[in-house]
Each structure stands twice: as structure tokens, then as C-alpha cells.
């Protein structure tokens, strides 16, 4: 019964790999997050999609693509995976508008 | 551009004592304010939301307050225990970007 899950939880991978980390969420919400946390511990947001469709991108490199096949799953890609992508990835969930936003475990890529 | 700041950064008291989390935000035009718990190594838990036409949220011993017009939010907990020992971010959502601006946290050691 777990709300926001992310697979992998861990990853590590070396430089110039493509690697994707999945997120779904069994709470009915229309909106999906992904965010990366480095680390120093600040959290920030990268990307948005509400209903399937690209709502916020947070100037992240083009080389980081989401990609949601539905309302209940959105997945992260990325490209030419480089020494300063290391970090905690979160992805969330809420319903449309601010509502309160719900977390996944995290996925912790390190890249070598 | 939102910026919210979170002052100090580590706080440790002994158990029992009631303490204080302040989280300070720059542009008072937010649609609410989250506090989110995090534990070492794990994702985020959603604490309280307190929309913008509120001024307090109540969850057992946990209390947040929200200040627009000046900018600040407290977080209140009672009587502290250890297991309340963790991260405290704070999360101000802005309509204008649709988008939740985080603070970087202040980690609570609670001693026994």
C-alpha cells in the first residue's frame, strides 16, 4: 500500500551511461514531480507534469527527459550521465493546484 | 524569485523542552506553506499544510503558524522526544510558478 514509489532505490553507474529511474503513485493525483536533492541537502524541483502534460522544467540540462505514459506514472531519463548528476532523486505526488505534496523514498545515484 | 531560509541550520535540546523551527520566505504572494519531516536516508513526510488564509495548523504535538504579511512560519513542537530527531523543511508553494521553493532544513538532535 505504498503511495509514492520509486525503483531503483540505489544506483550507481559510470560516466556517460543512460540510466531512467521509474516513480508511481497509487493515490489518484494528477500531478507528478520530480526533484533532486544534492549534497549539501537542498531540494530542488526539476520537473512538473499534471494530467501527463510538462507543467514546469526547471532548467535542467536537455539531457535529463521525463517522460509520463500515464496519470499515475512518471519516469526520469538520463542521458550521458556526468560526475555532478550524483544525487538523491524524489519524486512526488499531490492533485492539481497546491495541494500538499507526497514523497517517494528517493533513488541514490552515484555516478563513478 | 522565491527564497526561503531556515536559521539555524542544527538545533540540539534535551528531551522534554518545547522548541521552535522558524522558516522565513521573501514573497508573501504563496498559495501555502509545508513542513516536512526527513529522517537519514529516507524521503520526505508531509507534517502540516497551512493555506495562505490560515494562520495555524495543529497535528498532535506539532504547530505551524504562518505570517504572510511578514514573511515567517513557525513550527512548534512539544515536549520533544528523541524520536522526534530528523530534518525540518519548510516549503513555501507560489502561485505565480507553480512550484514549491524549499528551504534547506534545520536538523533537530533531540537528546535523551
Known amino acids: 500500500d505504498t503511495a509514492v514509489s520509486q525503483t531503483p532505490k540505489y544506483l550507481v553507474t559510470q560516466m556517460g551511461n543512460d540510466k531512467s529511474i521509474k516513480c508511481e503513485q497509487n493515490?489518484?493525483?494528477?500531478?507528478m514531480y520530480w526533484y533532486k536533492q544534492d549534497s549539501k541537502k537542498f531540494l530542488k524541483i526539476m520537473f512538473s507534469?499534471?494530467?501527463?502534460?510538462?507543467?514546469i522544467n526547471e532548467t535542467v540540462p536537455n539531457r535529463f527527459s521525463p517522460k509520463s505514459p500515464d496519470k499515475a506514472h512518471l519516469n526520469l531519463h538520463i542521458n550521458s550521465l556526468e560526475l555532478g548528476d550524483s544525487a538523491v532523486y524524489f519524486c512526488?505526488?499531490?492533485?492539481?493546484?497546491?495541494?500538499?505534496?507526497?514523497f517517494g523514498p528517493g533513488t541514490r545515484l552515484l555516478v563513478l | 524569485k522565491q527564497e526561503v531560509t531556515q536559521i539555524p541550520a542544527a538545533l540540539s535540546v534535551p528531551e522534554g523542552e518545547n522548541l521552535v523551527l522558524n522558516c522565513s520566505f521573501t514573497?508573501?504572494?504563496?498559495?501555502?506553506l509545508q513542513w516536512f519531516r526527513q529522517d537519514p536516508g529516507k524521503g520526505l513526510t508531509s507534517l502540516l499544510l497551512?493555506?495562505?488564509?490560515?494562520r495555524e495548523q495543529t497535528s498532535g504535538r506539532l504547530n505551524a503558524s504562518l505570517d504572510k504579511s511578514s514573511g515567517r512560519s513557525t513550527l512548534y513542537i512539544a515536549a520533544s522526544q528523541p524520536g522526534d530527531s530528523a530534518t525540518y523543511l519548510c516549503?513555501?508553494?507560489?502561485?505565480?510558478?507553480?512550484?514549491?521553493?524549499f528551504g534547506k532544513g534545520i536538523t533537530l538532535s533531540v537528546r535523551p
Open positions: 512526488a505526488s499531490s492533485q492539481a493546484g497546491p495541494g500538499a505534496q507526497y
Open positions: 493515490l489518484g493525483h494528477d500531478t
Open positions: 507534469y499534471n494530467n501527463k502534460e510538462l507543467i
Open positions: 514573497d508573501s504572494a504563496i498559495y501555502n
Open positions: 497551512i493555506q495562505s488564509s490560515q
Open positions: 516549503a513555501a508553494y507560489t502561485g505565480a510558478n507553480s512550484k514549491l521553493t
